[in-house]
C-alpha cells in the first residue's frame, strides 16, 4: 500500500501563490506517477496535473496550464504543486493521488488507487 500526505493548503486573494506538498509513503511501484486532484463545493473531482517519476513527464489539465507547475523529488518521494496566478476558481479540496506507471499520462481518476485525505485552497 501506499500512504499520502497532504500539506500547504490555505486561503490567498486571487493573483497569489500557494504550494502544495505531498509526501508518499509505501511501496515504490504502487506510486510510480502522482499528482493532484481537486473539488469544488458541488462539482466532481477534476485531475489537475500528474507527474510520471521515471522519466520526470508532466501533464496538466488546460484550465491550469501555464499557472501551475508540477514537480517531484524522488529522493524523499515528494510531489509539489506550485500554484500562482491564482483563480476564485482554483478553490477546492486539493488531493494527492498516487497510481502504477499504467497510469501514466491519464486523467482517469480510477487509475489512481491511492489518496490522501486532502488539504483545502480557498482563493477570494
Known amino acids: 500500500d501506499v500512504q499520502l500526505v497532504e500539506s500547504g493548503g490555505g486561503s490567498v486573494q486571487a493573483g497569489g501563490s500557494l504550494r502544495l506538498s505531498c509526501a508518499a509513503s509505501g511501496s515504490t511501484s504502487a506510486h510510480s506517477c502522482m499528482g493532484w486532484v481537486r473539488q469544488a463545493p458541488g462539482k466532481e473531482r477534476e485531475g489537475v496535473a500528474f507527474?510520471?517519476?521515471?522519466?520526470?513527464?508532466?501533464y496538466y489539465a488546460d484550465s491550469v496550464k501555464g499557472r501551475f507547475t508540477i514537480s517531484q523529488d524522488k529522493a524523499y518521494d515528494m510531489v509539489y504543486l506550485q500554484m500562482d496566478s491564482l483563480k476564485p476558481v482554483d478553490t477546492g479540496m486539493y488531493y494527492c493521488a498516487a497510481g502504477g506507471v499504467i497510469c501514466e499520462g491519464t486523467f482517469y481518476l480510477g487509475c489512481y488507487r491511492f489518496w490522501g485525505q486532502g488539504t483545502q485552497v480557498t482563493v477570494s
Open positions: 507527474v510520471y517519476f521515471g522519466g520526470g513527464r508532466t
